[in-house]
């Protein structure tokens, strides 16, 4: 049974920093793609970052440049390090998996099977 869990969520100030992590067990694929995802309530999803199996990794342009997703294998541990935060970055923030690596449509987050119940970030000016 695949479970992930997000923690690091939490309140900073514009231009700060915050680091997720989503602790991930039950995952038996040799290639899979994973990945971090935000909605606002009222808004739809939004992909922010994904990586596979062989560490390519793909973001979206308005984290481009500030969000850097890594994943340390030995510790079945996926991480979402984000700076220069701001007010538009506030949002609940879900780990998500999938067997197989990513396509072009990753951001829509339909072809993610496996969620986490989410973490809040909270950016205040």
């Known amino acids: 049974q695949v479970q992930l869990v997000e923690s690091g969520g939490g309140s900073v100030q514009s231009g700060g920093s915050l680091r997720l992590s989503c602790a991930v067990s039950g995952y038996t694929y040799s290639s899979y793609s994973l990945g971090w995802f935000r909605q606002v309530s009222g808004k739809e999803r939004e992909g922010v970052a994904a990586?596979?199996?062989?560490?390519?990794?793909s973001y979206s342009d308005s984290v481009k440049g500030r969000f850097t997703i890594s994943q340390d294998n030995a510790n079945n541990t996926l991480y979402l390090q984000m700076n220069s935060l701001g007010p538009e970055d506030t949002a609940m923030y879900y780990c998500?998996?999938?067997?197989?690596?990513?396509?072009?449509?990753?951001?829509?987050?339909?072809?993610?099977?496996?969620w986490g119940q989410g973490t809040q970030v909270t950016v205040s000016s």
């Open positions: 990586i596979d199996s062989d560490g390519t990794t």
């Open positions: 998500a998996g999938r067997a197989g690596p990513y396509d072009s449509t990753w951001f829509a987050g339909c072809t993610f099977g496996y």
